[in-house]
């Protein structure tokens, strides 16, 4: 796995490993039965330079490259996928901030976003216009100098919690060319949030409605230029799917060596289960497969870095491809376990909930599919 990475980029897997291992893995179980959201866990990974990955330096960011986040948040998925996808939902904000962004807006909103101290959160998503984005409906409208939004965005993680939300508006008429993206703070009058959803899995992470009612914003909280929204948000989606990626690649790694460890330890019909070759092979088809997605992970992380026109496809493949045999080898791994793989103390069932969300957010598997069918074909 290692042997196409720099010295610096073994750091950064080390470093991010030893964190996910030491604070994030020993908590996981407990958070996800309790609901938790870690705040606290979260400013520690600012500490180290984690809520501001792409982030400049001169910002307080770490100005690292797509390159190096998808192995950082492989590493961290080891310890819990949900807060390590968290983490890249509000990182990916940080860095459309940073990227589209004044000079007045990255000094006002970038520093308390690197610390964690205004966790983020990314608002395209509403009850109507899932897939179909571009469909929104929630409203910004113009009175005098100010902008005043009216709307309804739904599975937003993070909500009610974080402090910061990166929100699409339409400003115009119908279509991605009406589309503004605004910023806009959890205690602007007519903010408010729906009750936590019940979910299957990322329950370290809170999941509600962000409400907006008349709310009233200063010009200056306009990221970019107005119309520009729908391009601002999917240019961020495209590291965000990256991201999520790699949270796959590091729950299902983390899955595949407790089964690794298990198949070790576990005896049947009077010999341990790993020295069955029909169970070994098992395991090398699942490391195999997931080899494959990181690499692929990997090719696409390199080309949004390079500006490759491609990329989009390929952050399209890499997401489909890796939330799908991330879910796949953590469900193996489960089976692989047994009974005891259904029992929430041996932490592979949780990884599998955690999962399974992978192949939905950041955009469905199925418009994976459609963006790269439109790039192999050039329909519109």
Not at 58 to 71: I, M, Q
Not at 317 to 326: P, Q, V
Request: charged fraction near 20%.
């Amino acid at each position: 796995m290692h042997t196409q990475l720099t010295d610096d980029q073994l750091a950064i897997v080390e470093t991010t490993r030893t964190f996910a291992r030491e604070h994030l893995a020993p908590n996981a179980v407990e958070w996800d039965q309790a609901k938790h959201f870690p705040v606290d866990v979260l400013r520690k990974a600012a500490e180290v330079g984690l809520a501001g990955v792409y982030v400049g330096e001169e910002s307080g960011g770490s100005g690292l490259t797509r390159a190096d986040g998808v192995l950082v948040f492989e590493a961290l998925a080891t310890g819990c996928p949900s807060i390590a996808a968290y983490l890249s939902i509000h990182n990916m904000v940080a860095w459309m901030i940073d990227r589209y962004g004044d000079d007045a807006q990255r000094a006002r909103w970038l520093a308390g976003l690197c610390t964690m101290e205004t966790p983020a959160s990314y608002c395209l998503t509403e009850p109507g216009a899932g897939s179909d984005a571009a469909a929104l409906t929630t409203r910004a409208r113009r009175d005098g100098d100010a902008w005043v939004l009216d709307g309804v965005k739904q599975f937003i993680s993070g909500a009610g919690a974080s402090e910061v939300y990166l929100v699409m508006a339409r400003t115009g008429g119908p279509g991605a060319d009406g589309v503004s993206a605004f910023v806009v703070q959890r205690d602007d009058p007519g903010v408010s949030f729906g009750p936590n959803e019940r979910k299957m899995g990322w329950n370290a992470q809170p999941t509600r409605q962000v409400l907006l009612d008349g709310v009233r914003l200063p010009a200056d909280r306009l990221l970019g230029a107005e119309g520009e929204g729908f391009r601002i948000a999917m240019s961020g989606l495209n590291g965000g799917r990256l991201g999520i990626a790699a949270c796959s690649l590091g729950g299902a790694q983390d899955a595949l060596e407790r089964a690794t460890g298990y198949l070790a330890d576990r005896e049947a019909f009077g010999a341990r289960l790993l020295h069955s070759q029909a169970l070994q092979f098992r395991l090398a088809d699942m490391a195999t497969e997931l080899e494959a997605a990181r690499a692929l992970v990997w090719r696409a992380a390199a080309a949004l870095d390079r500006g490759d026109p491609r990329a989009p496809q390929l952050c399209a493949m890499a997401k489909r491809y890796a939330t799908d045999t991330g879910f796949e080898v953590a469900n193996q791994a489960l089976q692989l376990h047994g009974g005891y793989g259904y029992l929430a103390e041996y932490g592979i069932e949780k990884i599998v909930r955690d999962l399974r969300v992978h192949q939905i957010l950041e955009g469905t598997n199925e418009i994976m599919r459609v963006i790269v069918a439109r790039g192999l074909t050039g329909a519109a």
